[in-house]
Antibody, heavy 119, light 111 residues
């Protein structure tokens, strides 16, 4: 059973960079699949942020593309998300998840991590 | 404004059947891309209910079913139970955005 666990700071200040890590267990990132980040502002719906293939190819939400970098560290079996120049609008629960290919469903999800953006 | 449109809320009495619609366009559902459905209980991660428009992962009861036609898709739940009360989201791929898109979500209330 693939397990994903998000980790990162409990608070980020406006204009700073939000950095999150997703640790994956019971599956090697280098073996394949596509890995993504999704966020959910409090009381609102889901928003896809972007995804990365095991090959390193990335797909980003056009509305966030200029501020987002998603990468993977296969030696640590971790996925990372960096979002620059954050504002209060970036306050959300951030989930990491797996999908077979970028058009496929997300079949395994992390529990999510709430990241408030506030001074 | 979500790329995929869902009704904000639906409701039904225990035992009844409800459907949740997901309307897209020619660049996503209408282009032939699959639709996937998730259930989200408060404070938890979404759970995959239906993938590739029709298929249920292991453990999802067969009283849940998915369908797709043209630029729309639907999730049907029969024999409604109190435990079905949750938020439901559809997801697909959009070729003009080159990425995944979600519906705005539908809150299901069991009366």
């Amino acid at each position: 059973q693939v397990q994903l666990q998000e980790s990162g700071p409990g608070l980020v200040k406006p204009s700073e960079t939000l950095s999150l890590t997703c640790s994956v267990s019971d599956y090697s990132l280098s073996s394949g699949y596509c890995w993504g980040w999704i966020r959910q502002p409090p009381g609102k719906g889901l928003e896809w942020i972007g995804s990365v293939y095991h090959s390193g190819s990335t797909y980003y939400n056009p509305s966030l593309k200029s501020r987002v970098t998603i990468s993977m560290d296969t030696s640590k079996n971790q996925l990372s998300l960096k979002l620059t120049s954050v504002t209060a609008a970036d306050t959300a629960v951030y989930f990491c998840a797996r999908h077979v290919v970028v058009v496929a469903a997300f079949d395994y999800w992390g529990q999510g991590i709430l990241v408030p953006v506030s001074s | 404004q979500s790329v995929l449109t869902q009704p904000p809320s639906v409701s039904g009495a225990p035992g009844q059947r409800v459907t949740i619609s997901c309307t897209g366009s020619s660049s996503n559902i209408g282009a032939g891309y699959d639709v996937h459905w998730y259930q989200q209980l408060p404070g938890t991660a979404p759970k995959l209910l239906i993938y590739s428009s029709f298929h249920r992962p292991s453990g999802v009861p067969d009283r849940l079913s998915g369908s797709k036609s043209g630029t729309s898709a639907s999730l049907a739940i029969t024999g409604l139970q109190a435990e079905d009360e949750a938020d439901y989201y559809c997801q697909s791929f959009d070729s003009s955005l080159s990425g995944s898109v979600f519906g705005g979500g539908t809150k299901l209330t069991v009366l």
